[in-house]
């Protein structure tokens, strides 16, 4: 655990995209010594040039200590910025970092694997099977180090080290069991001091399906259609196919014993104000990336077939999607 008021903690940010890069800048901002972990030749090229973080305080150049996860010794927060699905590689290469005394804060877009640990009933401790298959993260990242976490961070990579977003940064934390600790107040206190907005709610699965109803009604259909969210919920036929997903994922929500933290409308209406914005999906789509459905889309059906709740019309989409997802067409390619 973190010693508080006493040296600042060892903190390793694995994972050089957007976010990884504007986190591990804006925790060099409140004065802390920060290890950003990359891969091929962004290591060099950070080493030489450093990162640099574009906001609304302006042009940020920082010079962090860069390598790949073998040139880093354990730390005492490791955050892990990856899509959902690059996250099993990278839980491997950062094995040796993880010490009993690490606290582990996985930045992830959709369902987290560790979704039912740290709960209580009929439902402790199971799988979800589309982010985890074979348990191997469950095994690499014990639970009990983890702090749970979503996040809004509009964040755009415009080069190999440099991100731009003219956003607040903005994280929920909590516990898995949703309890309010030392060590979760420590982490808090390090994302406050370096600029990021924190928020620690009475129920952290909330949250969680806030975060996930808002990409999934909005990412998959973006990145078949290729609209903006401008276009998407303003337009009357993409709209209600939004609508329509909404509707599906909420008796889902419901049968886990969670709740929005917002209505259903102000979700709608958010997403109608954030103007000619492109998805995580679409810019992945137009860059030849792997979508993330895994976590985004499957996650969420098998949650709902679990408790025999039908979503046609986001089945309907998700299967587009997979179509559409360049990874899969690369595979079929060969």
């Not at 901002?29 to 972990?37: M, N, R, T």
């Not at 030749?41 to 790949?68: I, M, S, W």
């Not at 699965?205 to 276009?231: C, F, H, Q, Y």
């Amino acid at each position: 655990m973190i010693q508080r008021n006493l040296a600042k903690p060892k903190i390793c940010v694995a994972g050089a995209g957007a976010v990884g890069i504007a986190l591990a800048a804006r925790l060099m901002l409140g004065g802390y010594d920060v290890g950003l972990i990359a891969r091929g030749e962004a290591v060099q090229f950070a080493r030489n040039y450093g990162v640099c973080l574009v906001d609304k305080q302006g042009t940020h150049h920082l010079f962090p200590e860069v390598g790949q996860a073998a040139d880093f010794l354990q730390a005492d927060i490791l955050f892990l910025c990856s899509k959902s699905h690059d996250l099993p590689g990278l839980a491997l290469a950062v094995q040796h970092l993880i010490a009993a005394r690490t606290i582990v804060v996985p930045i992830l877009n959709g369902i987290p694997w560790w979704y039912f640990d740290g709960l209580d009933g009929n439902w402790a401790g199971r799988n979800v099977s589309a982010v985890d298959p074979t348990n191997m993260l469950k095994h690499l990242i014990p639970s009990r180090q983890i702090i749970g976490t979503t996040t809004i961070m509009t964040v755009e990579k415009t080069d190999r080290t440099t991100a731009r977003t003219f956003n607040p940064l903005q994280m929920t934390l909590g516990e898995l069991d949703d309890q309010r600790t030392a060590r979760l107040a420590d982490v808090v206190s390090v994302l406050e001091q370096s600029g990021i907005s924190t928020c620690v709610p009475n129920r952290l699965r909330d949250a969680i399906w806030t975060k996930v109803v808002r990409n999934l009604i909005s990412n998959p259909l973006t990145a078949i259609t290729g609209a903006t969210l401008r276009e998407n919920f303003g337009n009357t036929h993409l709209a209600a196919v939004s609508r329509k997903m909404l509707d599906e994922v909420l008796p889902v929500v419901t049968a886990y014993g969670a709740r929005l933290e917002v209505d259903p409308e102000t979700i709608l209406r958010a997403a109608r104000r954030m103007g000619s914005v492109k998805t995580s999906m679409l810019q992945d789509i137009e860059r030849g990336n792997r979508l993330e459905l895994a976590s985004i889309c499957d996650a969420v059906l098998e949650l709902a077939y679990a408790h025999n709740i039908s979503m046609p019309v986001t089945q309907a989409i998700s299967s587009i999607a997979h179509f559409k997802d360049p990874s899969q067409n690369a595979m079929e390619a060969a």
